[in-house]
């Protein structure tokens, strides 16, 4: 068996987190005329361990994906979280080279339409709770009145099963202190603080020592 990388989830919350963090995914299928590919807000819930154990989401009935989704049910979810240019210019040791670092995953999964007005209505409440807590004034599905049956008839929800997780948290956890360090201040001052809240989540205790040759 190959060593878990060290690029890989600490634990099944770091997955769920940056999909919550950024709930704005790209689903890709496959199918006649595709490949498809949409990028929409989802819902993530999971177990008591921080394991994902199913998405919502929603599709405007128009879009062709919905069609292929329903010829060919099998899709992959996409999550990009916070992501930067890594620059040697920010570094005591120029001899280090440009890279990226990133916090992304993506999951397999089974789509399954739930046409059904009461779902429907009970997932855009929780979809707009999410992202209305905490605001002044916090707005409310059924202020819409009467133009809530008009434009919920226009999108389908669905669930989505997940079938295989893969992640990848690029966050420095291959560099030397000092190098790691250098990478963080230049993030700092370049507005990058939210990669610098990732990088510090997956702080290593043991990383390449520095080279003092």
């Known amino acids: 068996m190959n060593p878990p990388s060290i690029f890989a989830a600490r634990t099944p919350h770091d997955v769920a987190d940056l999909a919550r963090a950024h709930p704005l995914a790209w689903v890709v299928s ?3 005329g595709g490949p498809w590919a949409t990028p ?3 819902l993530v819930h999971t177990d008591a361990a921080g ?3 199913g998405i919502e989401g929603h599709f405007a009935r128009a879009n062709p994906q919905v069609a292929a989704l329903r010829a060919d049910p099998q899709a992959l979810l996409l999550w990009l979280g916070p992501q930067g240019y890594v620059s040697p210019s920010w570094m005591a040791d120029r001899t280090q080279a440009p890279t990226w670092n990133y916090a992304s995953a993506q999951c397999r999964v089974t ?3 739930v046409d ?3 779902a429907t209505r009970a997932h855009l409440e929780a979809l707009v709770a999410l992202h209305e807590a905490g605001r002044p004034s916090a707005w409310q ?3 819409m009145g009467e133009r809530y049956a008009l434009l919920a008839a226009r999108i389908i929800a669905f669930r989505a099963e997940p079938l295989a997780l893969r992640e990848r948290f ?5 560099e030397r202190d000092d190098v790691r360090a250098d990478i963080v201040a230049g993030l700092q001052r370049s507005g990058g603080e939210a990669l610098c809240d990732w990088m510090r989540r997956f702080d ?3 990383r390449p020592a520095r080279d003092t040759t």
């Not at 690029?170 to 291959?174: C, F, S, T």
Request: no cysteine.
């Open 204 to 206: 290593a205790t043991e």
């Open 30 to 32: 496959a199918g006649a």
């Open 116 to 118: 059904d007005e009461a």
């Open 40 to 42: 929409l807000p989802l």
């Open 141 to 143: 599905v059924p202020e």
């Open 111 to 113: 789509v399954t339409f």
């Open 51 to 53: 394991r994902i154990t």
């Open 170 to 174: 690029k966050l420095g956890q291959d």
